[in-house]
């Protein structure tokens, strides 16, 4: 059975991102449907899939990390507002049964992603 999960990495401080609040939604034409929201652990990763089994459909699906309070609460010296608050990332999953990791790796100051494993 296919599975999503992700996990965060704070590169700025080269340690797991803590206490992020994420959000999934599927998105269709017509609109965005939020399916889950988790904490990320100490790891950086969230205790369950957000998406396995049953739940686990082929379509298109955005990833919503809270980083500007992540990055706020570390007490950093940041401009108000923040350059990053939310980051958003749009992928797509086409073969329900498979594993689909979507990491974020972040900084107050940029942000990349991979299909991870």
């Known amino acids: 059975m296919g599975r999503l999960t992700t996990h965060v990495l704070d590169t700025a401080h080269g340690k797991p991102g803590r206490g992020i609040s994420i959000a999934l ?31 686990m459909q082929t379509g298109t699906y955005e990833l919503d990390f809270d980083i500007g309070s992540y990055f706020a609460g570390l007490g950093l ?6 350059f990053l ?7 797509s999953i086409a073969d329900a049964n ?8 972040a900084t107050p100051w940029s942000y990349s992603t991979y299909r991870g494993s």
């Open 98 to 105: 498979a594993h689909y990791h979507v990491p974020l790796v």
């Open 85 to 91: 608050s939310i980051v958003t990332l749009r992928f």
């Open 25 to 55: 939604y599927r998105v269709s034409p017509q609109q965005r449907s939020l399916l889950c929201e988790r904490l990320t652990n100490a790891d950086g990763r969230c205790d369950q899939p957000l998406l396995e089994d049953s739940a």
């Open 77 to 82: 010296d940041l401009p108000e507002p923040a």
